[in-house]
């Protein structure tokens, strides 16, 4: 069996993306095949499964030429992301055939993992796998590094979070909840709006998309104004947010979804807050954290499992479904994390 | 002598500013007496004669009519800032007739300060007292406090400072070279370059109003990038700063003098640099630092005896140079750190 040639559909990008992306500029490769072995020779290589793919913003990075930011994706060859995976076969010390894991993989049916440096073993299974690409995985540990590391919270706190149904404002939302301070978040629709206040708890919410004039939106949210904002989205959201933060504020910036296609970013024009309110704004990655993985899960599995933290999922079957899955983040068609299913577990 | 009324001169607002300020939107009004005691009944009150009176940026906010930031002066009343003062009556427990004093005070000959918040008695005289309204006083804290609390310098590191000949910037350099960091200045003319090369110590400054491209003048100077950014001026420059940071770079919010006398502020574009590069963007004011002032001095009063700080400031004679002065520093005609001469100690 192991020694079989099967075929491996994968995900690629077609070419290099300016503005806005289109299911065209990606393609589904049919033709591959792969040995379901790791090559003789590989040293701590594990040959995998893909299950589940997560389709995460900051892939839209990779699909521009360059930035000098994150390595643009390789034209033709599989996306690399996030995703869940089976163990086929291994020389890898951590990893042997049968266990799961989550980390970076192919957008492929199979994938060789040659000394994985973002690869962690699974080590509990009665939950949902497909949580290992969202709550239990790198958007998991980007709330909790976001909330807890850089936001600092403090009981009694106003928290502002935006994008906030979405794979990591529910979790920051919720966690926010539950050290004790007053949340509201923002979203795009009227049933995104509903999840937040019903579902996830949080104790107001509103559409932006339905607010002519943000800055009052927030004033009204916050009569006191906001001590903790996290930043998932970027342009005037953070204009509005900057005009109504407190003094020693903290701005935890996720992401900047709003500005991610354009061609010209939209300019921020209030950054003198920033001196005058003493505020703290800090961009940072869940990977610069992941040595505190293991103390996430020891908080954050209880929690799931004693339905303290509820997590809602958007999920798509199949590899075909890609494209589109991955472009649905950009225009807010998805509710809730975004994910694809490769295969059954 | 004390119970004796004398005139007393003061510059006042005449109007609240929008856009630039001119020197007729400020008044000297000569009408004014004072008694030289500090009124029966008055606790915790110092009776000053101002001696030397500090041109700050910040105070350009206070010339708006609001902006939810620091208050307004009040129109026809003396402004109010940073000063040196000698005490000529007190009923306060820490001051006595002949002490000298450096903190808020009035743009006066003469004033009354009751229960005074941001006052410190100088115990050090044999260094010039103006010094106390630059290098021993808010400015020196705002690039102690900026430096080394908020930018937490190594060895080694990369630091840029803009309007580097500045009352701030002049010090932070200095404290960078102290600290064996590489450190490039930009400024406004041919002179303040030379400053920054000749007199500060820089390793490398540019004249920013002869770059055309600030991305590229930044890309020529800091070829491995920048992790320390004091910033100073905003706009435009923030974002060719932004493009040129390294991963976890950090900077120090000070002031963005560029934008304070806009009506519509530029917008700077590159805000997911910081998302991208986890970059820690931090506001701050000197007075949050006010408890380290004793540890500030131990450090630069050494330093400034042994000349391994030198202070350039650019002093204007009498209170009727006040507006002009304070205007000064918005034009950068200003070389060094600017301030007014009320009277000889």
Redesign the interface.
């Known amino acids: 069996m192991s020694d079989q040639e099967v075929s491996n559909k994968r995900v690629a990008l077609k070419n290099y993306v300016t503005g806005f992306p289109k299911e065209s500029d990606l393609q589904i490769i049919t033709t591959d095949t792969i040995r379901l072995r790791v090559p003789e020779g590989t040293k701590d290589a594990v040959l995998v499964k893909n299950l589940y793919l997560s389709c995460d913003p900051?892939m839209r990075?990779r699909m521009s030429a360059s930035d000098?930011?994150?390595p643009p994706f390789e034209l033709g060859k599989p996306l690399i992301g996030y995703g869940v995976a089976k163990i086929l076969d291994s020389t890898h010390p951590n990893y042997k055939k049968g266990d799961f894991a989550w980390g970076f993989t192919g957008w492929e049916e199979y994938s060789l993992i040659v000394s994985p440096q973002i690869l962690f073993k699974i080590e509990h299974t009665d939950v949902p796998l497909s949580y290992y690409t969202g709550i239990l995985g790198m958007p998991g540990m980007t709330a909790y590094a976001g909330f807890y590391e850089i936001c600092t919270p403090k009981k009694g706190e106003y928290v502002y979070i935006s994008a906030a149904s979405g794979a990591v404002g529910q979790i920051v939302g919720q966690f926010a909840k539950l050290s004790g301070c007053y949340v509201v978040g923002s979203a795009g629709s009227k049933e995104k709006v509903d999840l937040l206040k019903n579902t996830f708890g949080f104790d107001e919410a509103f559409n932006y998309k339905e607010e002519p004039d943000l800055t009052a939106a927030l004033k009204r949210c916050f009569p006191e104004g906001i001590d903790i904002y996290f930043e998932n989205v970027?342009g005037k959201m953070?204009d509005a947010v900057l005009?109504n933060m407190r003094i020693r504020g903290r701005i935890a910036?996720?992401?900047?979804i709003s500005?991610?296609n354009l061609e010209?970013?939209?300019?921020?024009?209030?950054?003198?807050?920033?001196?005058?309110?003493?505020?703290?704004?800090?961009?940072?990655?869940a990977a610069?954290y992941y040595h505190l993985y293991p103390k996430f899960l020891e908080m954050a599995l209880p929690y799931l499992k004693q339905g303290k933290i509820v997590y809602v999922e958007d999920i798509a079957e199949g590899l075909e479904s890609g494209p589109s899955s991955l472009l649905s983040i950009f225009t807010g068609k998805n509710v809730g994390k975004k994910l694809v299913v490769v295969a059954p577990e």
Chains 1, 2 share one sequence.
Request: aromatic share 14%; hydrophobic share 40%; glycine share 16%.
């Open positions: 900051y990075e000098g930011g994150f970027g953070l005009a910036a996720c992401g900047m500005q991610y010209k970013r939209e300019g921020v024009h209030d950054l003198t807050h920033i001196v005058f309110k003493e505020i703290r704004m800090q961009g940072f990655l610069t």
